[in-house]
């Protein structure tokens, strides 16, 4: 048997060893996911077995085929980094996790060439030392990677759920609904509500929509040209689009972008809207 092969048999034979010490440094962290005073019991059986797989990862590099080590990488960065994006875990703690991790191995490493002084050259430490530092850094490199592209998908997926949300449309009575648009409008946004609002329209089977512009401080040239193709579209679907709430600034746009908006009806208020439709507003007092 060859002195890598004898190596990787001694990690994998001492991994839980490893596994406890790489714990014992967590006091040492200054990140809370792994904080020994904050984790809980699960968390902690969940570290283990995750650590324990490192250090199968990394003794894999000592194997002659180098497939193993690059499969074993590939499934390492994507398990942790789905689970630390989970747990809400910052980059730094992993960072340093991963440094201590390094730590630990190396002095695992040391133990057997120490061990095995009659065998090893110092010809192997080199290439040891290289042979590690260089496959935890491409475990750092794949764990980053991993670990960026799934908070971008997550922060892509909130910002969708809040731009939906940002554009509800509210069913007041019998096919009568109303779309509140309150704030900034961006592209994002824009591109939402003309996704969006139609869909939502016809599920819920409304014939007639006030779109509330009262809210929104600003109308530029592309929110003009969003909300006129969106009050086409439904058009389109047999839905009356209203507008209520726009200011003489919001309308002096319209007029120089030349959208014609004079075939829709507009108020000067939600509620002058809705009483144009039948719906009126009841405010009734609290009884003492």
């Not at 650590?51 to 497939?67: G, K, Q, Y």
């Not at 340093?96 to 010809?123: C, K, L, P, Y």
């Amino acid at each position: 048997m060859n002195k890598d092969q004898l190596l990787h048999d001694y990690i994998i034979t001492h991994s839980a060893e490893l596994t406890e010490k790489w714990l014992k440094l967590r006091r040492k962290l200054r990140g809370r996911f792994y904080s020994a005073d904050q984790l809980s019991e699960e968390m902690k059986r969940l570290l283990i077995e995750q650590h324990t797989f490192t250090n199968t990862v990394i003794a894999s590099a000592f194997l002659e085929d180098p497939a193993v080590f690059q499969h074993n990488k590939e499934k390492w960065a994507a398990q942790v980094a789905k689970s630390r994006v989970e747990q809400d875990a910052e980059v730094h703690e992993v960072v340093e996790a991963i440094g201590n991790s390094r730590t630990v191995f190396w002095e695992a490493v040391t133990r057997f060439m120490d061990e095995h002084q009659d065998i090893v050259t110092n010809e192997d430490a080199r290439r040891w030392n290289h042979l590690v530092n260089s496959s935890f850094d491409q475990l750092m490199t794949d764990f980053t990677e991993q670990f960026q592209t799934l908070m971008i998908a997550r922060l892509s997926s909130q910002q969708e759920l809040i731009s939906e949300l940002s554009c509800p449309v509210i069913l007041i009575a019998d096919t009568i609904g109303t779309l509140p648009l309150i704030g900034s409008i961006d592209t994002r946004r824009a591109r939402v509500i003309l996704e969006t609002v139609p869909e939502n329209c016809v599920a819920k089977r409304i014939t007639n929509l006030v779109i509330d512009l009262s809210g929104v401080p600003i109308v530029d040239t592309m929110v003009a040209q969003q909300l006129y193709m969106l009050s086409k579209t439904l058009f389109l679907l047999g839905i009356r689009t209203v507008f209520s709430g726009i200011r003489p600034d919001v309308a002096q746009t319209s007029i120089q972008l030349g959208l014609d908006f004079s075939e829709y009806q507009t108020y000067g208020s939600l509620e002058q809207a809705l009483a144009s439709m039948g719906v009126t507003c009841v405010i009734e007092k609290a009884k003492a």
